[in-house]
């Protein structure tokens, strides 16, 4: 043995400092940190009876602030079970039935397994010499998907969700748009405007910010008398903007509004643009899982002459976040996001026939997770036919509360959704609309503040919503009626104690 090699300490000499990081020699302990982390959560799923706790914020605030962090070592396992007892006991949790209110699903089995084991082996497929076949499976995927969009042969790479996959999209109809004008960047740029309408998601506008597009870069496109986009306000827009000498960098249709789960008319949206070439962007985050439905996937008619879309996986299709991606048509048009490093992707060596897939040249991102891993292994668990049937299950209990509500005195609804999204209010026929307004976010701080239900709101043409987004197949028509007569008795506990203020005012 070499004089050096005796000078190293024998790492399994029962002296030597216990290890903090994961490997050969901690194997036995991460086996056993996790098997009791999981049987810990395990018992929190079965025995969860609320979407949380219930317990106020400043509760939670001094729960944490009371945390020594940093200033000493308790061991693994007691950090592990304090995270239980301060952020399991205290989460919202969105697979309870109760829980209504934002964007957020219950998650498949598989891909939660599959979570863990892309954390403990930390694959980065920023390039291929970090992932090998890490970088290969998320590339199936990402084709599969656009097979599935129908945008056969086209490219696209996973992002952290569709807040990002939308700015890579507008920033690729940018460099598109910017190429084709003569003029200096900066002189081109504050002529670039992107049409869409005011329901589409709000990283539309910030990503126009993001870009350096000029405060009138975002153009509003009416909608008709269902919410939709407005496929003759469009053109009209269009025209206008040709006659102005302004550039339509690009238009946004939204397949699964946010707050109304509303799809634009795509096949006339995509007729709008093509007489002028303009980029068009479906941003799909939310209507992206009809893709995989044998009942509804006609609502995505047209998307296949997209030519970017977002999809996001965390929401129709079950996955952990983080979970999306952004599909192109051409995979040509990727290559404005590349950017070379010696250090990391020559270019030199980009140029090669043999070229290495390094992923990193058609993304945002440097350091990004092998989240493609989670959808992997629910598809290969699961089968794509069984994530549509989940998605039309979500889809037809909306319809289903849609008319409950319809039917019920106490409540007034508004339209109908595409998918799972569900508007309404408590309104009894007595009760006047001002006095409604003022209940709505009344209604829902209260079921919030007390852990037994959580519902959203938002606002639709200047008048306040309770809104429900029903992502939980599991959930049935019972379990939301048993929301909605606990917004009834919040509803009318608020009449009553308005009616006792009012006669204590008489008296």
């Known amino acids: 043995m070499s004089e050096l090699l005796q000078q190293v300490a024998d790492p399994s000499d029962p002296a030597a400092p216990p290890g903090a ?17 999981v049987d810990r959560l395990a018992d929190r799923f079965r025995t969860i009876n609320a979407p949380s706790s219930g317990m106020d914020r400043a509760a939670l605030e001094e729960l944490v602030a009371a945390v020594p962090l940093g200033e000493r070592s308790i ?13 399991a006991a205290h989460a919202v949790w969105f697979h309870h039935p109760s829980y209504l209110a934002h964007l957020n699903c219950p998650v498949a089995v598989p891909a939660v397994a599959a979570e863990a084991m892309l954390a403990a082996i930390n694959t980065s497929v920023d390039t291929y010499d970090q992932s090998l076949v890490g970088t290969l499976m998320e590339q199936r995927l990402i084709g599969w998907t656009a097979d599935r969009l129908g945008l056969a042969g086209g490219d696209g790479v996973f992002t952290s969700g569709g807040t990002q996959s939308n700015l890579q999209a507008l920033f690729i109809a940018r460099e598109r748009a910017l190429r084709a004008d003569p003029r200096p960047r900066l002189e081109a740029a504050a002529d670039l405007r992107v049409l869409t309408t005011g329901a589409s998601h709000f990283s539309i506008a910030r990503s126009a910010l993001l870009l350096g597009l000029g405060e009138q870069a975002v153009v509003p496109v009416a909608a008709d008398a269902s919410g939709r986009m407005d496929p003759a306000a469009l053109r009209e827009a269009l025209d206008r903007l040709a006659a102005e000498g302004r550039t339509p960098m690009a238009v946004v249709a939204t397949a699964g509004t946010t707050d109304r789960g509303l799809i634009d008319p795509l096949p006339a949206i995509a007729e709008a643009c093509a007489p002028c070439g303009t980029w068009l962007h479906v941003d799909a985050a939310y209507g992206g899982g009809l893709m995989l439905s044998a009942r509804r996937r006609h609502l995505l008619e047209g998307i296949d002459r997209a030519d970017s879309v977002t999809v996001d996986f965390h929401k129709t299709f079950f996955q952990p976040v983080s979970s999306s991606a952004v599909i192109v048509r051409r995979p040509a048009d990727l290559a404005a996001t590349a950017w070379h490093a010696d250090y990391l992707n020559p270019a030199a060596e980009a140029a090669s026939a043999d070229a290495e897939p390094n992923q990193v040249d058609k993304s945002l991102q440097t350091t990004r997770r092998f989240d493609a891993l989670k959808l992997w292994t629910t598809l290969r668990a699961l089968g794509a036919d069984r994530l549509g049937e989940m998605v039309d299950e979500v889809c037809d209990l909306a319809a289903a509360v849609h ?3 319809a039917q019920d005195r106490d409540f007034t609804v508004l339209g109908r ?3 799972s999204t569900v508007l309404f209010r408590f309104q009894p026929p007595h009760v006047a609309d001002g006095t409604a307004d003022a209940h709505v976010a009344l209604i829902r701080r209260i079921l919030f503040q007390s852990g037994r239900a959580m519902v959203a709101r938002t606002v639709v043409d200047g008048r ?9 197949p599991e959930a049935t028509l019972a379990d939301v009626a048993a929301v909605l007569d606990l917004v009834r008795a919040t509803g009318r506990g608020l009449l009553a104690g308005a009616d006792l203020a009012a006669e204590g005012g008489r008296r």
Do not use: F, M, Q
């Open 417 to 419: 959704t595409d998918l």
């Open 464 to 472: 306040p919503w309770l809104k429900l987004t029903l992502l939980n």
């Open 75 to 87: 061991g693994a396992r007691a950090a592990l079970l304090e995270a239980d007892e301060l952020y």
């Open 21 to 37: 990081l994961l490997g050969a020699r901690t194997a036995g302990d991460y086996s056993a940190l996790l098997h009791e982390v």
């Open 403 to 405: 008319d409950l509500l």
